[in-house]
């Protein structure tokens, strides 16, 4: 025997089913809602907190290691702690201009061609595959060919960057002559900084090799002392540039 409701009684489960399915295209709706400005501001903001948020764990580390009170083993943990985290802001910068780039464009500041998007993305893939070189392949040629490499690239970079600054600062270039273009002239100053704090700390790694066989003597400690010292002062210019680079992107006032 069949039961049939009353025809007035309510058909709840259609009401719920209703419901669900409006919950459900609106939670579609959402996600549809997400534009391309939204995943480069995104993947921008996560870049900038990865490159100077790790710099400055690498910051602390590095002023450790040059402690000659502390023992050997300590200093080395800190050395090799300073270079390991080292990895995420060179990442960080090795995407940060490609994905600047996606960023403007997607807001309407520039229109890149399809060309020269592709050319950022291989520079920027490129500088990628140098940094994992050189610490994947530590100590081998492989290595030393990545660190080079990765140097020159920068210099490209900077003369490339700088040109186009100053084109769009002066009103010739292909970014507006206003805050745009001022951020892409500094960033090209990056490079500098870069290419500098290397340099400076390169006399890091052989002096903690003869600290390990001889143990401390006051020109060795001065030798590590000056090569972190020299390179904090191109640490510091590059937090100044990087935060005034980041005010220009966000405030712009000009």
């Given at each position: 025997?069949?039961?049939r ?26 996600l ?26 690498v ?117 507006p ?36 066989a ?25 937090y ?15």
């Amino acid at each position: 025997r069949v039961v049939r409701a009353p025809r007035d009684a309510p058909d709840t489960g259609v009401a719920c089913d209703h419901r669900g399915t409006a919950r459900h295209r609106a939670e579609l709706g959402n996600l549809t809602m997400i534009s391309a400005v939204d995943v480069w501001t995104f993947v921008h903001i996560l870049l900038f907190v990865y490159w100077l948020g790790a710099d400055l764990g690498v910051f602390i580390a590095a002023q450790a290691a040059k402690r000659s009170t502390l023992t050997y083993p300590q200093r080395s943990t800190a050395l090799q702690l300073a270079l390991k985290v080292d990895v995420a802001p060179r990442l960080s910068f090795a995407l940060m201009f490609a994905c600047g780039l996606e960023l403007a464009a997607a807001k309407g500041f520039v229109e890149p061609a399809g060309w020269q998007r592709a050319l950022a993305w291989a520079a920027s893939i490129a500088w990628v595959g140098f940094v994992i070189g050189m610490v994947r392949f530590e100590g081998r040629p492989v290595a030393a060919f990545c660190k080079h490499a990765n140097e020159w690239l920068h210099i490209a970079l900077f003369v490339v960057f700088g040109a186009l600054g100053l084109a769009s600062v002066a009103g010739y270039g292909p970014f507006p002559a206003d805050w745009l273009g001022w951020k892409v002239l500094l960033f090209a100053l990056i490079f500098v900084c870069g290419i500098m704090i290397d340099r400076r700390f390169a006399p890091m790694a052989p002096a903690f090799a003869q600290l390990a066989a001889t143990g401390s003597t006051p020109e060795l400690e001065r030798t590590i002392t000056k090569a972190v010292d020299e390179a904090v002062h191109w640490v510091l210019a590059l937090y100044a540039l990087v935060i005034v680079i980041a005010f220009l992107g966000t405030a712009r006032p000009f």
